[in-house]
């Protein structure tokens, strides 16, 4: 567990380096740290969005938001968005196989910065999976671009 969870702070880290507009910093060290706490499913997608937001939090320039979403594919075609840990890592009675997906969007922008697939699914399969992933990233850009809104307008008027 804990090797999943230094894989998820790099992995973060690696994957907001294309975000941040680190020409504006020719000086500056920029330095992305995710500790987590506890994993309840869907690590990966929650850091990716947490660090966004700590990094447009703390005025650093950035490309875009950037959203990030789990799923998971079983072969008896069942589709899990945002699987608790037990659904993502273990091992599962019920359901055998399947897939794993981790996005991360950058929805303003239309791009995606980071994408993995993990076990063995159709390639008709895993493009539904995809789509629903950045489906799925563009409507959470919208609640965390709101909140972000929230807490500007909370800071300007302190």
Same mark, same amino acid.
């Given at each position: 567990k804990q090797w999943y969870q230094r894989r998820v702070a790099i992995t973060a880290g690696e994957?907001?380096?294309g975000v941040i507009l680190l020409e504006r910093?020719?000086?500056a060290q920029v330095e992305?740290?995710?500790q987590v706490i506890q994993d309840d499913g869907s690590a990966l997608a929650l850091a990716l969005t947490a660090a966004s937001v700590a990094l447009i939090n703390?005025? $650093?320039e950035v490309k875009d938001l950037v959203v990030g979403t789990t799923l998971r594919f079983f072969e008896?075609?069942?589709v899990l968005v945002d699987p608790t840990a037990e659904e993502e890592y273990g091992p599962f009675?019920?359901?055998t196989g399947g897939a794993g997906f981790h996005l991360a969007v950058l929805p303003s922008l239309s791009q995606i910065s980071y994408l993995k697939q993990t076990?063995? $699914?159709e390639q008709t399969q895993a493009k539904d999976c995809i789509e629903t992933c950045w489906e799925t990233s563009l409507r959470l850009a919208?609640?965390?671009k709101n909140l972000l809104q929230g807490s500007i307008e909370e800071n300007v008027q302190r």
């Open positions: 994957a907001m380096e910093f020719p000086k992305i740290s995710v703390a005025n $650093i008896n075609s069942d009675s019920k359901y076990g063995k $699914i919208t609640g965390v």
